[in-house]
């Protein structure tokens, strides 16, 4: 027997590096992101790639990027959501950071700009086609006051999808640029007062780089609910034409045409142009200042 | 009262929130008149007003039982979601570990994607496994977005709280369960409540993990209400519209509640104020 190196147990060895038991409160939500989104996106991929209606794996992605009917579908979309999603954006930061104080019935604003959240795609449709239909409320008005001669044309076509990804999408993006705003420690902005800055010089050079990568999240996390538009294309949009959306193909090929496999595909597609809008606004977002947003001691 | 003064800039920006403010109104005031109303066709208001589309609501949709499957899907979620995801936020908030980055990669994609690509393969799975078109599978596909959900608003609530709370209690000898329950817990209330609120209002809301995955009896309200508005011609319109205000109704109920007693924005900033008085 050789007299053995006293070596700490592996227990103690895994700890250093900070694996012990407590990970494991982990464990179960991983399992289930695993199995029911990794999964199906593994067995989605291999689904595209066994078409139903063609011979060749890659038939499906090749009838996607021939065939107008299914590639103008992928530019109407961008051509809805990257708009709406910068609009929701650029104008929730500024109403966000007006609101980060205090004032009389700040909770009440608050409350109402969130209040189109719960609408709901249906509600929201139902209401603009009322309002902004050719006989409605908003054409009335403009009418009777003279703006316009003839009704402005808002449901069916691309404002009625643009308009309503604005007022669900919007009040999102208030909500967490509202709670990034919220985050930036005061004293930091009394700070620069305190050196001269005056209000738009705190805005540039205080507030505004630390709310950038808040809105880069936000930002993304906008896009994902606008690009996948489908709800609201079909009921105030033009399914037809300008409003034939990724989404709305997706679900047509998998569960009207019944073709999961085609479906698949759309959806993957779908997916990779979204992971590509993410990672441009996430590397853009890692350029930026990514310290605490609170001020140091004294 | 100290004297406002307003920029261009905060001109436009409080006339950008009158117009939107406005604008949500009218179609909420839209829709409500439009359910109690006769006939409506160009004109400023309808013909008349009865309550009869209300009375159809209930006894040909079957409301009654659409909003307790409703009901029932969401607070499950909203359970389930709880339950795991505040455990793994406590993980990712407060430690280190080899693979730390591929984990809160993996429980930040499900939010990252739309819900139509992954809900597509996802229902088809579900309908192979059996669990298709019934509520087990409109359950299963809801916890998706919403466990991730949770875990990326609690994580930086967990992260709030002071390390120093917790390492008094390990040294006084409470062990990771006891600090969960009687230290975090407390601690992370507000958090959890409206993090809890918030993933109740998407799930109710949430239109196409639903529409891809339930059958006739698992529809949940907004399912229903889709359904009933494209086969337009089949329901009146304005029994949509009255189906359309109790949607609506239910799901500003639960997000008042949720403003009302948690401020979903910052723990930091209030309990800085508070200090400050």
Known sequence: ????VVQPSLRLRLAERGVDLRLLLAVPAVVVVLVLFVYPFVFGIRLSLSPQRFTNPFDNYRAFFSDPYYYSSLLNTLVIAVPATFVNVFAAVPIAVRMRRAFRGRRLLAAALVVPVSLGTVFLADGMLNVLGPAGWLNKALLGLGLIDDPIRLTNNWWGVFLSL???????????????????????????ATLGAN??????YVIFPLLLPGAAVTLCLNFVMAFSVFPSAVLLGDPSGSS?????????EAQERLDPSMGSAVAMLLAAAQLIFVVLVLGARSLLYTGPATGGKG | MRKVVLSPSGWLTWAGVAVFLTFVTSLIVAVVVSSFGTVWLG?????GFTGKWWEQTWSEFGLGNTLLVTLEVALLVVLISVLLGVPAAYVLARRTFPGKKIVSLLLLLPLLVPPITYGIPLATLLYQWGLGGNMTGVVLANLVPSLPFVVLTMTPFVEQVDRRVEDAARTLGAGTPRIMFSVLGPLLLP???AGA????????GMFELTFLTSGADSETLVVALYAAKSGAGIRADQTVDAIAVVYMLSTVLLLLVALRFVNPTQLVTRVKEAAND
């Open chain 2, 197 to 204: 609120v918030m993933v109740l209002v998407r799930t109710v």
């Open chain 2, 43 to 47: 004109t400023w208001l309808p013909a």
């Open chain 1, 244 to 252: 034939r959306v990724l989404a709305l193909i997706a679900y047509q």
């Open chain 2, 191 to 193: 958090g959890i409540l």
């Open chain 1, 199 to 204: 209000r738009s010089q705190r805005f540039r």
């Open chain 1, 166 to 192: 604005v007022v669900s999408g919007f009040p999102f993006a208030f909500l967490l640029m509202l709670a990034y705003a919220s985050g930036i420690d005061p004293s930091l902005e009394n700070a620069a």
């Open chain 1, 1 to 4: 027997m050789t007299a053995t």
